[in-house]
Each structure stands twice: as C-alpha cells, then as structure tokens.
C-alpha cells in the first residue's frame, strides 16, 4: 500500500473509532444522567403521591388509578409485608393474583434508607422500567412506588447517537479529503526523493524535490550532499584511474622498446647493458602503480568496473614487470653469447620473438580500447609461440648432439626461447585480465570452457 492511502486509511481509522467511542460514551455517560433525573423526579413524585393518599385501607387499591393518571405513571402501593395493596394497572381483584413484592431491590433499600431504585424487565408488564420506591404512606402501607418505561431514555439515546454517528461521518468525509491531500503533499516530495536516488545510483543527473515539510527538506539536503560528495570522489576516481591508465601505457612502451632479440643478433653487449638497465624504470613503475591502486582501494571503495580495472591495473602492472624481467634475462643471455661460440639463431627463435611481441602489443592495445574480443584472440595466440618454442628446442637439442662444443651457446638459446614463451604467457595473462575488465568474466584456466 502507498504511503498516501496508507496516511488516508490512519487517519480515516482514528477517526472512525473517536467517532464509535463518542457513541459508546453517549450511551453510557448520557444514559446514566438520564436515568438520574428521571429518578430524582420518581421519587419526588413518591413522597407526593405518600401524602395524597386516604388513610382508609379499602380505598387503598382503586387510589393508585387516580394518583397514577394525574403523574402520568404507574404507581404501586406495598404493605410491610410485602403484599400489593394497590397498583395502576391491576384492579381489586387481581391484586391478590401479584407476587409479593418484599424482596424487590428498590422495596428492599426503602425499607432500609428511606429510598430506593432499581431498573429491570416488569414481571407483569414485559418491558423495561425504572423503579423507585420511597418509605411513607397512611399506617398499615410501607413503601409507595412510581415506575416509568424507559423508552423514552432509550428514545433520547438513539437520538443522540444517530446525532453523533452522522456529526461523525461528515467530519469522516472533511478529514478523508484533507488527509488525501496532506498525504499528497507528504507523499509526493518522498515520491521524488526515491526518484533522485535512483538516478544517483545509475549515475544520472538527479532532480530534488521542493519539499516544504522541515523533516523531509532534511532528508533533501542529505542526499543533495550526499551526491556532491559521490561527484567529488568520482570525479577524484576518475582522475587517478587515468593516472593508473596512463603509468601503465608508460610501463608498457618501456617493455616495447626494449628489444633484446636485436642485441643477441646483432651481438651487442652494450645494448644488452640498456636493456638490463631498463628494467629498473619499469620496477620502479609497477611500485608506483601498486601504490595508487592500494591508495584508491583504501580512501575511494572503488566498485563494478572501477573496481575490476584497479585489480587488472595491478595485475597487469605485476604482469609488464615480470616481462621486462624475461627480457633482462634475455640480455644477459646476450651478453654470455657475445664471447661464446656462435649458433645462428633459428627462425622458429625469431618467429617466436615475433609472435612475443605481437602479442604483448596486442593485449596492451586491447587493454587501452577496452577491446575483449581482440583480448580473446590473443589468448588464442599462445598455443602457436608454445609449439615454436618446442620446436626450438629439438632443433637445439640436435645442434647439441651432432657438436658437443655449441652445448653451451646452444643451452643460452634455449633460456632464450623458454623467456619469449614466458613473454607470450604473460601477453595472454593480460589478455584474459582484458576479458575480465570489460565483460566480468574469467576465462583464466579454461574457467569458461567449464
């Protein structure tokens, strides 16, 4: 249920049962004091009609008639012993056909405090009435008593109630449409701030409501600082995730220039020395590449893709690091073959190279586009470098048999073409993180096959 039918229900509920409780109240409330002034009336009427009436007991039973008829309700004369000498609505004869009346309450309390009352269903008569009876009358009579029906305070009631019920639907109808349309105003700006967060979360622009309503304009302020803050750090998010992007298109030209393969062809120690000396810069790069992820992870709380790029960066980061690694290995192989006897280097070796680095270049490229579909290609790649590089090493290992001499420069070729297949493994590492940057998911280990 919405909010504002919710408001409209509650109040029109709170309403309903002030309304019920003012009925309940009337009945009883208003009954009592009813009830109250109409017996103070009986009783005086009692003590009137006690006065009025002949000392003779023979003219006793028709006096009730008389007396009755100028009260205008029924009276009852009782003896000391409880028997009925006379009443309204009973002629001589039948009076000896009543019940003795000595133990009815209101007879009872007379006899013990002077007056009494009592309301009940009439014995005689079949309807409800109040009783009152007070103690007096000529000697040889006890109690004198005046009854009277209570439909007329029942009729009062019913009045007063239908009063209040209808008083009580239209204050319903007035409240019901002053509750809708504060319900309206309430429910209205809540409406709106749940659109606005929304729009934050999916990154939209947000529209805040107008609200007027102190409580809600505090929950309105809120979130408007709220979303300047996400503004901020986004914007902050952004910037370092460009320096993070960045450091590693500058780790990865470092790796792509050195070239060591051209230092062992051409037996250049000296270049093989600024190969070596490279990979300083690039360690130095990795470290600091690790250093902003592991700060944007601890003050920015990155998720989704931000959160798979900064873990890619660092894997990507350690990855380029542990090439120019291989590729320093490769210079000092360099280095040691300068002296050595030479073996041509075969061309699956260069091939090889080849595949290496056309790789390495192709996973940094689809790491900078965004391109998983060029990052699964290159994945596909690493099986052609890994059958080159098994080839390389039967043919050394031939080289090695037909002249034992080369063993040496040959086993230098060998660590040459194991560090181009780890160069190759690490290009399709990249690729696979690529995959799992953009599309979330990982295919590392045949994980997708599975």
């Known amino acids: 249920m919405r909010l504002a039918a919710r408001l409209l229900v509650g109040s029109s509920l709170l309403l309903a049962a002030t309304v019920v409780g003012l009925i309940v109240a009337a009945d009883h409330v208003l009954r009592w004091h009813l009830e109250a002034d109409i017996a103070t009336g009986l009783e005086h009427e009692a003590r009137l009609v006690a006065t009025l009436l002949p000392p003779d007991s023979l003219a006793w039973p028709d006096a009730p008639r008389r007396l009755g008829a100028l009260i205008g309700h029924r009276l009852t004369l009782i003896d000391p012993k409880g028997r009925v000498r006379g009443d309204t609505e009973f002629d001589r004869a039948a009076l000896a056909q009543l019940e003795n009346h000595a133990g009815r309450p209101e007879v009872v309390q007379a006899l013990a405090t002077g007056a009494g009352r009592d309301q009940r269903l009439s014995a005689s008569t079949n309807e409800r009435r109040l009783y009152v009876a007070v103690r007096g009358g000529p000697p040889g009579l006890a109690v004198v008593r005046v009854s009277t029906t209570l439909a007329a305070v029942d009729a009062a009631i019913d009045a007063v109630q239908r009063g209040v019920a209808l008083a009580g639907l239209a204050a319903l109808a007035v409240a019901a449409l002053l509750a809708w349309a504060l319900s309206g105003t309430i429910a209205r700006p809540l409406v709106q701030l ?10 939209e622009a947000p529209e805040f409501p107008d609200a007027r309503i102190p409580e809600i304009a505090d929950h309105v302020l809120a979130l408007r600082a709220m979303h300047q803050q996400l503004d901020q750090r986004f914007a902050e ?13 500058s780790m990865a030209d470092g790796v792509l220039a050195a070239d060591p393969l051209d230092a062992l062809l051409r037996r250049d120690s000296d270049l093989a020395a600024q190969v070596i000396a490279g990979d300083h810069a690039i360690d130095a ?7 902003l992820v592991i700060d944007l992870f601890a003050t920015q709380q990155p998720m989704a893709r931000d959160l798979r790029l900064l873990m890619a960066a660092m894997k990507i980061a350690n990855d380029l690091e542990r090439v120019g690694d291989h590729a320093a290995n490769i210079a000092q192989s360099t280095e040691r073959l300068a002296a050595a006897r030479l073996v041509p280097p075969e061309p699956e070796l260069l091939e090889m ?6 790789m390495l270049s192709g996973a940094l490229a689809a790491f900078v586009k965004g391109d998983s579909k060029l990052g699964r290609e290159i994945c596909r790649r690493d099986d052609l470098v890994d059958a080159l590089h098994h080839s390389v090493f039967r043919i050394l290992l031939t080289h090695m048999m037909e002249d034992p001499h080369v063993i040496g420069a040959a086993m230098e070729l060998f660590l040459v073409s194991r560090n181009l297949e780890r160069v190759a493994d690490l290009a399709t590492n990249i ?3 690529v995959v799992f940057l953009v599309e979330g998911k990982t295919i590392k280990h045949h994980a997708e096959e599975a």
């Not at 998010?237 to 992007?245: F, G, N």
């Not at 790069?285 to 250093?291: P, R, S, T, Y």
């Not at 190279?353 to 056309?358: E, M």
């Open 353 to 358: 190279a080849r595949q290496a680095r056309a």
């Open 237 to 249: 998010l952004r910037r370092e995730r460009e320096e993070t992007h960045t450091l590693i298109e």
């Open 431 to 433: 690729a696979e993180d």
């Open 285 to 291: 790069l990795e470290l600091k590449i690790e250093e």
């Open 194 to 203: 749940g659109t606005a967060a929304r729009a934050i979360a999916a990154g």
